[in-house]
Nanobody
Framework: VQLQASGGGWVQPGGSLRLSCAAS????????VAWFRQAPGKEREGVSC????????DYVDSVKGRFTIFRDKVKNTAYLQMHSLKPEDTAVYYC???????????????????WGKGTQVTVSS
């Protein structure tokens, strides 16, 4: 079982990136997928979540209206589309699968089945 996050890079403030989370050895269709990020010197933060049950989504307040999480069941890949990026979005981004829907605890990283390797996002001018 492997999750591989990709799509990170350097972008100027106001720019866009699309992160991908490709799965092998499991079907993302049967799991909630969440994106987390960790900036240097800061705690890990839950960014976005898409539920296994109904594809309902949840976002941390700081990215609402700018980020969109979605999945492609045929490609077995989840995505995080990021627009209007800010320097404070700079972090290593990780995707993860979770047994439970996007409830009140997903942001704490509870119930995680698999963690993917991260991808660096750097927003600076």
């Amino acid at each position: 079982v492997q999750l591989q996050a990709s799509g990170g890079g350097w972008v100027q403030p106001g720019g866009s990136l699309r992160l991908s989370c490709a799965a092998s050895g499991l079907s993302l269709h049967y799991f909630t997928v969440a994106w987390f990020r960790q900036a240097p010197g800061k705690e890990r933060e839950g960014v976005s979540c898409i539920s296994v049950s109904d594809d309902g989504t949840d976002y941390v307040d700081s990215v609402k209206g700018r980020f969109t999480i979605f999945r492609d069941k045929v490609k077995n890949t989840a995505y995080l589309q990021m627009h209007s990026l800010k320097p404070e979005d700079t972090a290593v981004y990780y995707c993860a699968t979770r047994y439970f829907p996007c409830d009140s605890e997903w942001r704490q990283g509870t119930g995680i089945r698999n963690w993917g390797k991260g991808t660096q996002v750097t927003v600076s001018s």
